[in-house]
């Protein structure tokens, strides 16, 4: 099952029912990827999954790494899956915790003052990452990810059309992001120059 903008809202109108049952108390996560882009418009793709930064947490102005959803939260997101077999083998996995070492290292500065807030119910409010930082986490993602996925984060880089202002933010949050294995700022590089860039790859 692809998620897209419609089917998306009835997920979530149906996890917020779930947490209900479940008595959770009211959750704030920060989103990125594919749901991010797909709730705000950018593009039409689909996503098969909703990513989760962490918590978003409003007297401090920052997102929080939580490890893992309490078990109240996790019960209701496995109530859902339960009810949606055709999640192509996703499971309890259609909402997970994938990229939240990003938060440990720090999202683009600012990027709270660009979130998007989409509530569905009391429950539940979803804080999207706006386009200038989910720019930069995309083009962090395409150079750090060696596989099948690297070519979706490209594509989702060029719907977006970045412009050499944004492009250049993005570059140097990721160049601050830690590269044990040395092999971001080459990749780094050839994307930025694929986006027609040039000018901007040869300072990388």
């Given at each position: 099952?692809?998620l897209n903008?419609?089917?998306?809202?009835?997920l979530?109108g149906?996890l917020h029912d779930?947490?209900?049952?479940?008595d959770?108390?009211?959750?704030?996560?920060i989103i990125c990827?594919?749901?991010?882009?797909?709730?705000?418009?950018f593009?039409?793709?689909t996503?098969q999954d909703v990513?989760?930064?962490?918590?978003w947490?409003a007297?401090?102005?920052?997102?929080?790494a939580?490890?893992?959803f309490p078990p109240?939260?996790?019960?209701?997101i496995?109530?859902v899956?339960a009810a949606?077999?055709?999640l192509q083998?996703?499971?309890?996995?259609?909402?997970?915790l994938?990229?939240?070492?990003?938060?440990?290292?720090?999202?683009?500065?600012?990027?709270?003052?660009?979130l998007?807030?989409?509530?569905i119910?009391?429950?539940l409010?979803?804080?999207?990452?706006?386009?200038?930082?989910?720019i930069?986490?995309?083009?962090y993602?395409a150079?750090?990810d060696m596989?099948r996925r690297?070519q979706i984060h490209?594509?989702?880089?060029?719907?977006?059309?970045p412009?050499?202002t944004e492009?250049?933010y993005?570059i140097?949050w990721?160049l601050?992001m830690?590269?044990?294995h040395?092999r971001i700022?080459?990749?780094?590089?050839?994307?930025?120059?694929?986006?027609g860039h040039?000018d901007?790859?040869y300072?990388?």
């Amino acid at each position: 099952m692809s998620l897209n903008t419609h089917n998306l809202y009835a997920l979530l109108g149906e996890l917020h029912d779930a947490l209900l049952l479940e008595d959770a108390a009211p959750v704030e996560w920060i989103i990125c990827g594919g749901t991010a882009l797909a709730l705000q418009g950018f593009g039409t793709r689909t996503t098969q999954d909703v990513d989760v930064l962490g918590n978003w947490v409003a007297t401090g102005v920052q997102v929080v790494a939580i490890g893992a959803f309490p078990p109240e939260v996790a019960r209701a997101i496995a109530r859902v899956a339960a009810a949606h077999p055709e999640l192509q083998g996703m499971g309890p996995r259609w909402i997970n915790l994938g990229p939240q070492e990003i938060v440990k290292h720090g999202l683009p500065e600012g990027f709270a003052g660009r979130l998007t807030v989409t509530r569905i119910g009391a429950r539940l409010a979803l804080h999207l990452l706006g386009r200038l930082d989910l720019i930069a986490l995309k083009l962090y993602a395409a150079a750090d990810d060696m596989g099948r996925r690297q070519q979706i984060h490209f594509d989702d880089l060029q719907v977006f059309k970045p412009t050499a202002t944004e492009l250049d933010y993005g570059i140097q949050w990721v160049l601050r992001m830690p590269d044990p294995h040395h092999r971001i700022r080459p990749s780094l590089k050839s994307i930025v120059e694929e986006l027609g860039h040039e000018d901007l790859a040869y300072y990388i």
